[in-house]
């Protein structure tokens, strides 16, 4: 049997997720409900700050709320196959590497920009002139 009575601030300061933040996480079902104290203050166990200790770290990597429902849920069945986490995960990595690819592609127009610029008159300035036309820029990618 787990402990309750840790306090919705005492889970926050122990897991590192903000008090407002443990609320929409129960509020959106990602954190079950914890039982009330007489004076109606959450109580939550050693179960809950693991839950939440998750969530951040899963939060941390990047994983959308959808995703981190899904993996909760596969959490709770221990003896089943990796494979949908693995899928979940390799998903991830994708976009990471095209959110990547497109952050490189707009690192390289922002330097051709400066670059370009004779670091005269504004009228003269090839990065104005650029963000003012689109067309200007050598890649759709941004």
């Known amino acids: 049997m787990t402990h309750r009575g840790i306090s ?3 889970a926050a300061r122990q897991t590192g997720v903000k008090v407002p933040t443990i609320r929409f ?16 203050r959450r109580q939550f166990d050693e179960k809950d700050l693991s839950r939440l200790a ?41 976009e990471i590497k095209e959110r990547i690819a497109r952050l490189q592609a707009l690192s390289e127009e922002l ?7 004779g670091h005269g008159k504004v009228c003269e ?3 104005i002139q650029i963000l003012a036309d689109h ?8």
């Open 54 to 94: 998750f969530i951040r770290h899963a939060r941390e990597l990047g994983f959308e709320i959808g995703d981190i429902r899904e993996l909760l849920q596969l959490s709770e069945e221990p003896q089943s196959s990796c494979h949908e986490a693995d899928s979940i995960a390799q998903r991830h990595v994708a």
């Open 125 to 127: 300035c090839r990065v």
């Open 135 to 142: 067309s200007k820029c050598r890649s759709d990618v941004h």
């Open 8 to 10: 919705i601030g005492e």
């Open 25 to 40: 996480y129960e509020q959106i079902g990602l954190l079950p409900a914890p039982p009330r104290s007489e004076g109606n």
């Open 111 to 117: 330097q051709r920009m400066v670059d370009e610029c």
